[in-house]
Structure formats: structure tokens, C-alpha cells
């Protein structure tokens, strides 16, 4: 049976291509069924087909995909001779359904950090809703630095055959962002237990009292899903950086920052004198199990 | 007559200037007019935060610019005489990670950036197979770039923008049943590469002396020397033919080459220019027309990248190669690719020499806040090339970050009459689409040129 493949645009501004390496590094089949279920018109570095002009010259596109911040100013950065706002102003209009992959796209991200082009925002930030005509849905947002592979696609395949999500107050899929990444993590039953890692380079100990882990605060499914098929940063022993938030990335994250020995910050939507409490208890408990090597 | 063009696909976006007389370029620039200011960025933040944020400078080449910054801030701890013990086992999952990451690249290359392209340039219908989306090597080539990367992924926790390495060592702790699920992706990654871009073992591979040993042979690089032949590129796009490596590891040898005597390197005759390149808030003058800025080894411009590595470490095929064909297109793909079989090859042996038992990480005795001011310096060999990392630290907050990536070596402008080594290259070349193919012989990163 003959389909209707919906059109993909996937525009670049202000990035590092993170995000495109983070979807040719998807699961091999999954790519291949995207690109066979869908018509992927354009993108900067994979297609050869089409150009920028094309992409002006049409009259709808199913869905705009933009990877990167965006900025008006053209002393800095530009597309084509364009500025970025200006032609994502233009191209945003055809659009039925718009997608800002990853966090630069959605907030300015970390090239936000650059001071001196102080103008350095999120897709949403600059487009006006109420111009775009066609669009389905409000902007969405896969936040993420990286984007994982797998939103970018169950994203697109759930507005092919269902036409709408449910998107958080962030504008981000509930389906992705409900959870925390703290949610499946190997080292949870040391979180539970309030076991601290010994220090970087263990499989044992959790990364949340030293170092810096924000897994319990941070919107995203990636100990769920897991990355390029087989792990995640938490669990290979690297914190997790909260680069999935809209205040990514803050100063220090590799260290735990603390009041008096207690982590100043604590688990999403729970009561700091509770969390104490809990915590002062888990400690009496001493779980030989649990403060030994894993394989000995 | 002068056209400008804009230049896709090259991980970003340049323009391409050409002066033309009798339908040859003359004289050419390559423009980068897109700026990030990574190193302004850095600026004033905790000293490891720059784990987190270097990385994301290229979302190809990450872990180079990850495995830089380790080393550029364990070189603080050794310039105040006191230098951490790195185990062996930190030193080869570090070695490993980029060797994958430079694997992964290597084929996206060869498969996304360079076969398409020059498949387009014949009519025959048997390169159909290499059409961007839609054909089969093009998949093919995909395919085989994620299922390496999972390589890394075991022990890095994910690819792209992992931060694992750090001063002291590694964050991860793989067990043996991960070192050996790791061998069993790069013995996938050799299995791709001897079907389907050699076309023949990899063992009689090593015994190849020259591009007439793939004639009987039906893998893709057979495929790309007879498109080369057809189309000239074994005489088009010859730089200066002087090469430089700035650091070694067990496939590479550090050294320069200008004709033919290698010699040593050293990192302190290491400059950049901006003579012709735009600057934070001033003016531009006439002059200025890229963000680039052109990097010299004692004031002269080299060539770096994978051609440079192996000629400087005399790896047998390209250097016949080379006698032949000069730097060329063709040669400089073809030694590419020929780093590619090496590593795939050279990593699956490091793999196996991982030891378990040791420690992956010990902790600094000093913190770098107690270390006061200093500057630290390191060199990695990265996908496309040298890349250099300067940090200079106060209290452990950074106060300045210099970053020399390859792309600026090969893009860069020229200064003083001369021109930069693709500037180069492209000039003699008949045509724009063979212009754009000698461009991304040196794997242009317009994000890594100008950071």
C-alpha cells in the first residue's frame, strides 16, 4: 500500500550537529523505517537532493525540525545570507507541525552562554503563534544535549498516526518528560539506602551526594530507554548533568553543592526536613550487601 | 569571472569564493561567517565544568575534544610538580573512546559526505547504491557507524556528549562481559569493513602495496579509486605536501614532514594568526572575510589529518600511494580510509588489553583551587587532525581557553602571499562540483573551524 509520506525539514542554526549525530547514531532499523515512512526533504549535512531554496519554495511542510539556537544577528551567524530569525520566520509559516530538537533549539542551550551576542534564544522565543496559520499543535520542544534518537522518532511517528501529543507546561512531550532520569537508574537501590559512590570509577555508590548528579531532578527517560541501545551516563558512573532543563548548563556540575554537609538541593517534590528525616533513618541501616564491591 | 557559492553538507556551512580563467579557479577563499565563541564562553567558568562544555563543541568529534581537556588540566597538576598517576586502564578506555568516535566518523565520512558526491559525477547505474536516504550503501554505511559507537557507549554511558574522562582517570568501571561486548561491535565494525569497503580479509588487506591490488576487487574503496581515475582527483588537490602530527598514540607517531625528512614537533612553535580573520568588536577591515584563523607551525602552514598520520608514521600503502599521487584527492581520502581498517583493527587489540582489576579513577591529592595560577597544554589526535587545548587556570576558574582544532590547520585562511593549505588545494580545479570534492577531502567542520 501506497502512503502518504509527511515532509521533513530539518533546519540548522547555532549549533554543534549533536543533535543530527545523536539521530544517525539511532537504532540501525529504526532509522531505516523513518526514512522509509517518511519523506525526508531536507537537511544541511544528509540530504543532496534539495536545496535552502527549495525549502523557501514550498508551499507546506509537514514537519520543521530546527537544531541549534537561533539569533538575528547576522555578524555572528547567518544562513545563507539569511539571519536565522528571519528564515525561520519564513520557513515556520508552512509548517504543520514544529519541532525544537534539543536544548539550544528549545532554550539557546549552552551557546546561549556566548555574552557577547546577547541575543541568543530559544525557536519559541522569537516566532509570534498566532502568524503561524497552519500549525497543528503548540511548538515542541525535545529538550536534551543531545536530543536521544528515540524522541526525535516516536515524536514524529505519534503526530503522523495520532496527529497530537500532550505536551508539558515546557512545551516537551509528557510521554518523555513525566519521569525523572534518577527513574530506572542502576545505582537507585544506593540512592534508597543514601550510599554514596567512594568516588568517580565505581559501579558501586550513588552520584547524587558527591558528585553532582541531578538524575532525581531531571525531567527525561534516558535510564529507561537507554542510549545507543546499551547504557546511560549514570549508569557507566558519570552524573547526570540535567541537560534536559531549561537551566542547563549551571556552574560546578561535577560536585554535589552543599549546606552543611547536606546536599543543598533535594529529590524533585519532596519536603527538605522529610527528605532529612528519611535520610537520618536509611543511615542507621548498614547493608553489608550493599557497601561491598559488586564482583569481588 | 568570480562566483560564490554556498557550500552544504560539510557539518555546517561555508562559502565558497572562486576567481576563474580559461574554466579553472585561480584564486579561491573559504569562508566561515558562523561564530560561537566557545572560548569566550569558557571563560570565567569552574575549571571542570570545561569536561561538560568542550565536548559540545563538535558533535562529532567530542571525545577529542573531552580527552584534550583531561589532559590539558592534568598538565596543570604536572606543571606544579605534581603529576597524577593515570593506571593504565584509565589511559586505554581514553584511547579507546576516541579511536571509536573516530571510527564512527571515518565512515559517516566516506559514506555521507563523499561517495554520494562523487558517485553523482558518473552516469553509470551500478553508484546508484551510494544516493543519499535512499541507497543501499548509503544505508549501509549508517548502519555500520551506530552499531560501532555502541562500542564506546558501554563504558562511556552514551555517544554523542559524554564527559567520562576527567583528571585521575575515567568515571566508568566496565566489567569483563562489557570489554567483551565491545570486542563483539568492533568485530562487527571489521566485518562491515571487509565485505563491504574492501571487498576482501582484512589480513591480505595489510599486504596491499598499491591502488592496483583492488582491481579484481568489488568493495567500495574499488569503487571510489575508479571514480577518482575517471574524474582526475588523483591529480587534483595537492596542497603544500608538508604535514603535521602533533601527538602519538599506538597507530600514530607525532613529527612533521615538508618533502621528505620527518622531524620532531614542538608544541610552543605552535601559533595562530587572525591577520585575515574577523575579530570580536572591532571594525572589519577589506582584508577580513572568515571567522577562521590560520594556525602555523613556526610561521609555516602543514597539512593535518589522516594523510599527515600516515605518511608520518609510514604506513605502507598510503606512502606508495603517495610517491605516486601526491597529496591528492585520492591519496588523501584512500589514507582515511586506510586509518580507518588500522584502528578498527589496532582498537579491538587495546580492547583486549584492558585490565579489570585496576582502578579507573584516583582521586587528585591537590585540588586545583589550591593550586593558584597556572597553564596547562595537551594534544590529541582527533578525527580530522591535531587538535591543541591551552588552559590557564586561577583558583581553578578559567581565565583563558585556547583551542587550535585540525579544521583551522586545513581551513584556515592564508596569511603573508600565502595561501591556507584547502585554499590551496582547490585552486587548478575545473569545475565547482570537483572544487566541493577536493573541500571535503580534508572533511570540512565548519563548527570545529570557527568554535
Given at each position: 500500500?501506497?502512503?502518504h509520506?509527511?515532509?521533513?525539514v530539518?533546519?540548522?542554526a547555532?549549533?554543534?550537529n ?10 540501525p ?8 515512512s ?8 544528509i ?19 530546527l ?8 555578524q ?9 530569525n528571519?528564515?525561520?520566520k519564513?520557513?515556520s ?10 536544548s539550544?533549539?528549545s532554550y ?5 552562554k ?10 519559541q ?13 503548540p ?10 534518537p ?36 542502576t ?6 539506602w543514601?550510599?554514596e ?8 555508590g550513588?552520584?547524587f551526594?558527591e558528585?553532582?548528579c ?12 537507554l ?6 551516563k ?7 548533568i ?5 537551566d542547563?548548563?549551571r ?8 549546606n ?9 517534590g ?5 527528605y ?8 542507621t541501616?548498614?547493608i553489608?550487601r550493599?557497601?561491598k564491591?559488586?564482583?569481588? | 569571472m ?6 552544504e553538507?560539510?557539518e555546517?556551512?561555508?562559502k565558497?569564493?572562486c ?6 579557479i585561480t584564486?579561491?577563499?573559504i569562508?566561515f561567517?558562523?561564530?560561537?565563541g566557545f572560548?569566550?564562553?569558557?571563560k ?9 562544555y568542550?565536548p559540545r ?19 596543570i ?19 579507546i573512546g ?23 559525477l558518473?552516469?553509470d ?24 559507537i ?38 562487527q ?13 582484512i ?15 568489488n568493495g567500495?574503496?574499488?569503487?571510489f ?10 591529480n587534483?588537490?595537492k596542497?603544500?605536501?608538508s ?10 607517531e ?5 618533502i ?5 614537533v614542538?608544541l ?5 594568526e587572525?591577520i585575515?580573520s574577523?575579530?570580536m568588536?572591532?571594525?572589519?577591515r577589506?582584508?577580513e572575510?572568515t571567522?577562521?584563523?590560520t594556525?602555523?607551525y ?12 600516515a605518511?608520518i608514521?609510514?604506513r ?13 584527492v ?27 582489576s585496576q582502578d ?16 596547562g597544554?595537551s594534544?590529541?589526535e582527533?578525527a ?15 581565565k ?12 584556515g585562511p ?9 585554499q590551496?588545494a582547490i ?6 562540483e570537483k572544487a566541493?570534492?577536493?573541500l571535503r577531502s580534508?572533511d ?8
Amino acid at each position: 500500500m501506497r502512503q502518504h509520506k509527511p515532509k521533513i525539514v530539518w533546519l540548522q542554526a547555532i549549533t554543534c550537529n549533536g543533535n543530527t549525530h545523536s539521530l544517525l547514531s539511532s537504532n540501525p532499523s529504526r532509522f531505516e523505517l523513518l526514512l522509509n515512512s517518511f519523506n525526508f526533504f531536507y537537511h544541511p549535512s544528509i540530504t543532496t537532493e534539495n536545496s535552502l531554496e527549495d525549502v523557501l519554495n514550498l508551499k507546506e511542510i509537514d514537519f520543521l525540525l530546527l537544531e541549534g539556537a537561533v539569533t538575528s544577528n547576522k555578524q555572528f551567524y547567518q544562513i545563507s545570507d539569511n539571519s536565522i530569525n528571519d528564515l525561520l520566520k519564513k520557513v515556520s509559516k508552512k509548517a504543520k507541525y514544529i519541532i525544537s530538537v534539543g536544548s539550544c533549539a528549545s532554550y539557546g542551550g549552552i551557546h546561549a552562554k556566548f555574552e557577547q551576542n546577547s541575543d541568543i534564544k530559544g525557536l519559541q522565543d522569537i516566532l509570534n503563534v498566532w502568524e503561524l496559520k497552519k500549525l497543528k499543535q503548540p511548538i515542541i520542544n525535545l529538550t536534551g544535549c543531545p536530543v536521544h534518537p528515540e524522541w526525535i522518532l516516536q515524536t514524529l511517528f505519534t503526530l503522523k498516526e495520532f496527529g497530537k501529543i500532550g505536551l508539558d507546561m515546557q512545551g516537551r512531550p509528557k510521554d518523555i518528560y513525566f519521569g525523572l532520569a534518577h527513574h530506572g537508574c542502576t545505582r537507585n537501590e544506593y540512592f534508597e539506602w543514601k550510599i554514596e559512590a567512594k568516588s568517580f570509577g565505581h559501579k558501586e555508590g550513588c552520584l547524587f551526594y558527591e558528585e553532582g548528579c541531578r538524575g532525581p531532578m531531571t525531567h527525561s527517560n534516558c535510564n529507561r530507554i537507554l542510549w545507543n541501545d546499551v547504557n546511560t551516563k549514570t549508569r557507566a558512573g558519570m552524573p547526570c548533568i540535567g541537560c534536559t532543563e531549561f537551566d542547563f548548563p549551571r556552574d560546578n556540575m561535577l560536585e554535589t553543592k552543599k549546606n552543611i554537609g547536606i546536599p543543598s538541593e533535594v529529590p524533585l517534590g519532596i519536603n527538605k526536613r522529610a527528605y532529612l528525616t528519611i535520610t537520618g533513618v536509611a543511615k542507621t541501616f548498614k547493608i553489608d550487601r550493599l557497601n561491598k564491591k559488586l564482583i569481588e | 569571472m568570480k562566483t560564490l557559492n554556498i557550500v552544504e553538507r560539510i557539518e555546517g556551512e561555508a562559502k565558497l569564493v572562486c576567481n576563474w580563467e580559461d574554466e579553472k579557479i585561480t584564486d579561491a577563499q573559504i569562508q566561515f561567517l558562523n561564530f560561537r565563541g566557545f572560548e569566550y564562553i569558557l571563560k570565567d567558568k569552574p575549571a571542570l565544568d570545561a569536561l561538560v562544555y568542550t565536548p559540545r563543541i563538535c558533535g562529532i568529534c567530542g571525545q577529542a575534544h573531552l580527552k584534550a581537556t583531561a589532559q590539558a588540566l592534568e598538565n596543570i597538576y604536572e606543571s606544579v610538580n605534581e603529576p597524577l598517576y593515570i593506571t593504565d586502564k584509565a589511559k586505554l578506555l581514553r584511547e579507546i573512546g576516541l579511536n571509536i568516535e573516530i571510527i564512527d566518523s571515518h565512515i559517516k565520512w566516506f559514506y555521507l559526505f563523499i561517495m554520494p558526491d562523487i558517485a553523482k559525477l558518473s552516469k553509470d547505474e551500478k553508484y546508484l547504491k551510494y544516493e543519499a536516504i535512499k541507497g543501499e550503501s548509503w544505508r549501509k554505511g549508517t548502519y555500520a557507524a551506530s552499531e560501532s559507537i555502541k562500542a564506546l557507549a558501554v563504558f562511556a554511558g552514551q555517544w554523542p556528549h559524554t564527559s567520562y574522562m576527567l583528571p585521575g582517570g575515567v568515571m566508568s568501571d566496565p566489567t569483563l562481559f562489557d570489554i567483551m561486548t565491545m570486542q563483539n561491535y568492533m568485530d562487527q565494525t571489521l566485518h562491515f569493513i571487509e565485505k563491504e569497503l574492501i571487498g576482501d580479509e582484512i589480513e591480505n588487506y595489510f599486504n596491499f602495496n598499491n591502488i592496483s591490488d583492488f582491481d579484481s576487487l568489488n568493495g567500495a574503496l574499488s569503487d571510489f579509486i575508479k571514480l577518482c581515475l575517471e574524474n582526475d582527483f588523483h591529480n587534483l588537490g595537492k596542497s603544500y605536501n608538508s604535514h603535521i602530527v602533533l601527538s602519538k598514540n599506538y597507530l600514530f607517531e607525532s613529527g612533521r614532514i615538508e618533502i621528505k625528512n620527518r622531524q620532531s614537533v614542538d608544541l610552543s612553535l605552535v601559533k595562530e594568526e587572525d591577520i585575515n580573520s574577523f575579530k570580536m568588536n572591532e571594525p572589519r577591515r577589506d582584508n577580513e572575510y572568515t571567522w577562521a584563523k590560520t594556525a602555523l607551525y613556526n610561521d609555516k602552514p602543514y597539512e593535518t589529518g589522516p594523510l599527515s598520520r600516515a605518511l608520518i608514521s609510514n604506513r605502507k600503502l598510503i606512502k606508495n600511494m603517495h610517491k605516486e599521487y601526491n597529496d591528492s584527492v585520492l591519496t588523501r581520502v584512500m589514507a582515511r580510509m586506510d586509518e580507518l581498517i588500522y584502528l578498527v583493527f589496532i582498537t579491538k587489540k587495546l580492547i583486549k588489553q584492558v585490565d579489570i582489576s585496576q582502578d579507573s579513577f584516583i582521586p587528585p591529592k591537590l585540588s586545583l583551587k589550591d593550586i593558584g595560577t597556572a597553564t596547562g597544554i595537551s594534544a590529541v589526535e582527533a578525527a580530522r587532525g591535531s587538535l591543541l587545548h591551552k588552559v590557564t587556570l586561577e583558583n581553578s576558574i578559567i581565565k583563558n581557553y585556547d583551542v587550535i582544532t585540525p579544521s583551522v590547520w586545513n581551513l584556515g585562511p592564508g596569511i603573508n602571499e600565502k595561501y591556507g593549505i584547502a585554499q590551496k588545494a582547490i585552486i587548478g580545479a575545473n569545475s565547482l562540483e570537483k572544487a566541493y570534492i577536493i573541500l571535503r577531502s580534508f572533511d570540512v567542520c565548519s563548527v570545529c573551524t570557527t568554535h
